[in-house]
Nanobody
Framework: QVHVVESGGGLVQTGGSLRLSCAAS????????MGWFRQAPGWGREFVSA????????YYTDSVKGRFTISRSNAGNTVYLQMNSLKPEDTAVYYC???????????????????WGQGTQVTVSS
């Protein structure tokens, strides 16, 4: 059984920063690509950022480029999302996902991921 746990959400003012963390335990041996998605009230879940298993490539949706940075630990499957210059439109539940069996080319889509966390709320006040 694979467990994915996010932490670090909270309430912050416009322009502030938050750092999300995600730890995945239980996947078969090895390191895996991991991603962040978010879902705002009344909207579907959207891709935010992802990082390859080796950490050599990062992906971002256009709206967060230059503001968010994804990184991962040197060992295991822990990933971080540093969010700076936050805006009210960043308000959402943020979900972490792990790509164990999913196709690598789908790293920026939900279908590319096999395991999901329960989400952590990020609220940016104006």
């Amino acid at each position: 059984q694979v467990h994915v746990v996010e932490s670090g959400g909270g309430l912050v003012q416009t322009g502030g920063s938050l750092r999300l963390s995600c730890a995945a335990s239980g996947p078969p041996g090895g390191r895996y690509a991991m991603g962040w998605f978010r879902q705002a009230p009344g909207w579907g879940r959207e891709f935010v950022s992802a990082i390859t298993w080796s950490g050599d490539r990062e992906y971002y949706t256009d709206s967060v480029k230059g503001r968010f940075t994804i990184s991962r630990s040197n060992a295991g499957n822990t990933v971080y999302l540093q969010m700076n210059s936050l805006k009210p439109e960043d308000t959402a539940v943020y979900y972490c996902a792990v790509q164990v069996y999913g196709p690598p080319e789908a790293i920026m889509t939900m279908r590319g991921y096999d395991y999901w966390g329960q989400g952590t709320q990020v609220t940016v006040s104006s």
